[in-house]
């Protein structure tokens, strides 16, 4: 799994390629969490070249967005992690696992974005 | 019978080859891209829960996996030394809980088992745990089951109409397709028995598709913003094209 990171003013994208498994969730949380360390809350994840998703790496979403949700950043605003361009295979196991009522999906990076 | 077998280090680095063990023998057994998808997701999670589990992530010890061929079914085991695994131990998750109260734990096994036909543990002194997964090969590409619907989609009729569909599904049957060509008129009690069967197929990881609405019924589905919902063909060729190649 390889993870390509732009900042924006407000917003980071993480863009995630390969394989998210057991091997590779640490190296997501631990990218999450530098992000997160730095005062970084709202993040957008870029799925359309992931191409596989096993519950390890469900486990980082779902922590990940319970503690970015947690942070306010104005009344307001508060912190998100919020997904675009989800992958009909990574859907099925979103839908699979009822991961996918947990999260924002949005079907372009653009939109993700700029839904903050 | 023909059987291969592979010997791993009870890893993390051990998964990408794994899946492609998986890969390869799913293959040449003949499953299709969607069925060889969903043994590689459930054998993964197995092996995650042998590397962290089983063995403490301590990085000792051994996977071994073996496939074979069972008449119509694909066949997989993973065996480990390390400590011995009782799944009743294991909580099934809460898939429909909120955010807040979710938790991510238990998730593998539920994979597993709703991605695989059969999944079986055992544990001996001399064996080790033993875990065998079978999955019916073909059976999101052959076993379309048809069901022709006609006349008015309301409480009652849908009702009587979804009947053998319910029935069908209990006795097995994953790949539901409805020709709908004859139905004249639905409405929102109709929309939602759909709704609870497609839910009940799903559920066992079927799927339920549609094909041939006339505008009219069409309307009712964007009205409602079903065809979101829906997997809706124009023809039952397109259909039961959709369904060879795998997607529902």
Same mark, same amino acid.
């Not at chain 2, 996977?63 to 079914?73: M, N, V």
């Not at chain 2, 990881?205 to 309307?219: A, T």
């Given at each position: 799994?390889?993870?390509?990171? *732009? ?55 779902? $922590?990940?967005?319970?503690?970015? @949700? ?11 992690? @919020? ?14 696992t009822g991961f996918t009522s947990l ?14 | ?94 898939v429909t809980?909120?955010?807040?109260? @979710? ?30 997964? @079978? *999955? ?75 094909? $041939? ?36």
């Amino acid at each position: 799994m390889e993870i390509t990171h *732009k900042s924006f003013a407000r917003v980071d994208l993480l863009s995630i390629h390969g394989r998210l498994d057991a091997a590779s969730a640490p190296q997501l949380k631990q990218k999450l969490d530098e992000l997160f360390d730095q005062g970084r809350y709202q993040i957008v994840l870029d799925l359309a070249d992931l191409n596989y998703v096993a519950s390890p790496g469900l486990r980082v979403l779902i $922590e990940a967005r319970k503690r970015a @949700r947690d942070r306010k950043i104005t009344n307001l605003e508060g912190g998100d992690l @919020r997904l675009a361009n989800m992958p009909d295979r990574i859907r099925e196991v979103f839908d699979l696992t009822g991961f996918t009522s947990l999260f924002e999906v949005y079907d372009d990076t653009l939109s993700a974005v700029g839904s903050f | 019978m023909r059987m291969e077998t592979i010997t791993l280090p009870a890893t993390l680095d051990s998964l990408a080859l794994i899946s492609e063990f998986v890969i390869n023998s799913t293959s040449q057994a003949g499953l299709d891209e969607r069925t060889a998808w969903q043994v590689q997701l459930a054998v993964d999670e197995a092996a995650t829960n042998i590397i962290q589990h089983s063995y403490d992530s301590t990085g000792n010890g051994t996977i071994e996996l073996t496939w074979w061929r069972d008449g119509d079914f694909y066949v997989i085991s993973l065996r480990d030394f390390g400590r011995p695994f009782d799944p009743s131990e294991v909580p099934a998750p809460d898939v429909t809980s909120p955010l807040e109260d @979710r938790q991510a734990g238990g998730l593998g096994l539920f994979l597993m088992s709703r991605l695989m036909d059969d999944v079986s543990f055992s544990f001996s002194e001399q064996e080790g745990n033993l875990l065998v997964m @079978r *999955k019916r090969i073909g059976s999101t590409a052959t076993d379309v089951r048809i069901f022709t619907l006609s006349g008015r989609l309301d409480a009652i009729g849908t009702e009587a109409a979804i009947q053998d569909v319910d029935k069908a599904i209990d006795e097995g049957a994953r790949t539901i397709l409805l020709d709908l060509q004859g139905v004249t008129f639905l409405s929102s009690s109709g929309l939602r028995a759909l709704l609870l069967t497609r839910k009940k197929v799903l559920a066992l990881n079927g799927s339920l598709s549609l094909c $041939e609405l006339r505008p009219e019924v069409l309307e009712v589905f964007e009205i409602t913003g079903f065809t979101q919902v829906f997997t809706i063909h124009p023809t039952r060729e397109d259909a039961l094209a959709a369904l060879q190649r795998g997607n529902p």
